[in-house]
Structures are given as C-alpha cells and as structure tokens.
C-alpha cells in the first residue's frame, strides 16, 4: 500500500531461525526437501496461486512458508507475500519486494526481503527494507522484527540506525551469509 509518496520501513522478521539442510546457520532455499503442497496451502489459504520462496523453521522447530501468493477477482490480480505456518495455521500477509514507479517511472516505492545471517543483531533472521518516497520529496525509513517464536506471530517496531543496518546487511549479503528474495516491478496507476 502506498501512502503518497515516500515510507521507507524495513521489516526484520526475527527469530531464532534454523536453516533447512545447513549446518552452517546460513539459510539457503531448500525446496526439495520440503513437504509442500502448493494445491493444498492455496486452498487452505483462499488463494487462486501459491509459490513457495523459503522456507524456515523457529527454535521449536516450527516450520514457516515463505509465500507469493495470488488472488484474481474479475477487474484486478493482488501478489503478496504470506508468511504462514501450516501447523498452527498463523499467517500473516505483506507486500512483495520490488520496485514500484509512478507514471513518470520515478521510483516511488522499494522493498527487498533478506533472510539468513543479515547482521550481527539480527543473527538468522528475514529482513524486510521497504521505502517509499513523500509528497516532501525525502525518503522515510523504519524497521519491525516479526517474532516467528511468538504465537501469533509478533511485529515490533524497531528503531536502529537504518543506514548502518542496511550497510551490513548488503556486506552479509556479499559474503553470501544471507540471501535475497527476488523483487518484481511494477507501475502506478494514472
């Protein structure tokens, strides 16, 4: 959802977060070795498309779906990401990362989603950047850790140096202790 012009907020979903199939710590996308029925979680979630992106589980060992899920309604189709997990049916529902342009392509919009080890803070966790531009032309950032160990599932707002967080999350990144959820582009409406 976009409120005019400018929100940068960065999620950090938080959690003593085990990697599937690594004894490193680092998370890595294990799809094959996850028992995923995207028929299934679809129906389950009222969904009419479901891709799986990661999966993770929490220190209880609580399996969570990363997800891109599609609904598509006569006049519109909406993709978001669901965080959810199967056994205590709690899910969540953000938007994608990506970039989104206004109608004259200025970026007005930018999310990315991280998850592994992103920073020293935040040891195996996801993170969530997201900006948007205001209608004063400055960018607004802000962070939220989503506790995937709490039931429901718990957002906090957090309020770290953002230039700094987002600096090493990148470095983790490049040294491959984390990885990147791929974004998708998108346009304003006139």
Not at 83 to 94: A, G, L, S
Not at 161 to 168: G, I, T
Request: charge should be negative; include cysteine; charged fraction near 30%.
């Amino acid at each position: 959802m976009l409120l005019g012009k400018a929100l940068m907020t960065v999620i950090l979903i938080a959690t003593s977060l085990l990697c599937l199939g690594n004894k490193t710590g680092n998370f890595e996308l294990v799809v094959d070795s996850v028992d995923f029925n995207s028929v299934s979680v679809a129906q389950e979630l009222s969904l009419d498309e479901v891709n799986l992106l990661a999966s993770v589980t929490n220190s209880e060992r609580d399996e969570f779906y990363l997800l891109e899920g599609t609904i598509e309604e006569p006049t519109y189709t909406e993709r978001r990401l669901y965080i959810y997990n199967p056994k205590i049916k709690d899910r969540q529902k953000f938007s994608l990362a990506g970039k989104t342009y206004d109608m004259l392509k200025e970026l007005i919009y930018e999310a990315r989603i991280f998850y592994g080890y992103c920073s020293r803070e935040f040891p195996n966790s996801i993170v969530w950047y997201q900006r948007e531009l205001l209608e004063s032309d400055t960018w607004e950032e802000s962070y939220f850790i989503i506790d995937l160990n709490h039931r429901p599932m718990k957002m906090i707002r957090m309020e770290p140096d953002e230039k700094k967080l987002l600096k090493r999350i990148l470095e983790n990144l490049e040294l491959q202790n984390c990885s990147e959820v791929p974004g998708t582009i998108s346009y304003e409406d006139p």
